[in-house]
């Protein structure tokens, strides 16, 4: 090979790696001016986030207990989640699959995320991706559960710098979900006794201290999401930013999670409120829903006819969709081909509610 033909080489060799490295042309997620909704940048254009959670398949298991070994499976529920009308997924990454020690986030989960963010931008979905989870108890590490307050709040912030330096320049990211029904305790609670109860084998609610001693819960919640959104921030200034609230997390009388809407959303870019309303009592659940609006466009991430049947949760997004910004199911991984052969009441549940959930899709 002469000379001329081998610079040329390189150059081409250089110049397609160059453009293999370009993100694809997917429009950047961004508040609206208003601070009401969402628009697509450039351009403008709203956007009304749709989609479902992916937060286990129908065995129940993680994305990351199959991701690996299982990748044919999640391209398919991807495919299936977008011919469903879906145009955000909400993933859930676990902490202890993460992080190697408090200072090491592990690279071969990383590497996954970037496949996963390779996926969304080539089926033009936007991830949603919610940290720190220990769903499953078994996963999450014993040091992590010794570590003090200040010392956790440091390995989570590790966690999302880790994530986020990962995701800063794909277009496909939606928000970064800071953590999952996080929950200030109103009085200590035991050592390493950091989650809340179970529903089912899976530990959705999570704790950000073990005392407030003499803080008042929303100032704790406050300073831990500024801690986690400042760490989110050193790496990526473009994607949102938010937190998924239990519904009871109102300043009202009974239980509440601390995370009080109106006084610690002032550095998140929307609110997020996971909403599942009970039969008879739909009034109270569009009056909850009322109480996050703060002046930043509401999501509901969560919802599903968990208390009430699917055309009666179907008729409430009718009543009060102008209140919410955008609207998060679930799929699990079951298409609605199968769950149509199923005999299975909670199949048939299923099904009932993603034909509903699909002909609402924003137009």
Known sequence: MNLRNALTLVVVIVSAGAARAEPPDVPRVAVSKDKKGFVLEPGGEPFSPWGFNYDHDDTGRLIEDYWEREWDRVEADFAQMKKLGANVVRVHLQFGKFMSAADRPDGAALDRLSKLLKLAESSRLYLNLTGLGCYHKKDVPAWYDRLSERERWGAQARFWEAVAARCARSPAVFCYDLMNEPVVPGGPRKAGDWLGPAFGDKHFVQFVTLDPKDRAR???????????????????????VTVGLVDWSLDRQGLTSGFVPEKVTEKLDFVCVHLYPEAGKFGDAAETLKGFAVGKPVVVEETFPLRCAPKELDAFIEKVGPGAAGWISFYWGTPPDELRRSKQLKDAIMLDWLERFRKRVPR
């Not at 300073?223 to 994607?239: C, F, P, Q, S, T």
């Open 218 to 240: 929303s100032d704790v919640a406050r300073r831990w999401i500024e801690h986690l959104g400042a760490a989110v921030r050193k790496v990526d200034d473009r994607h949102l």
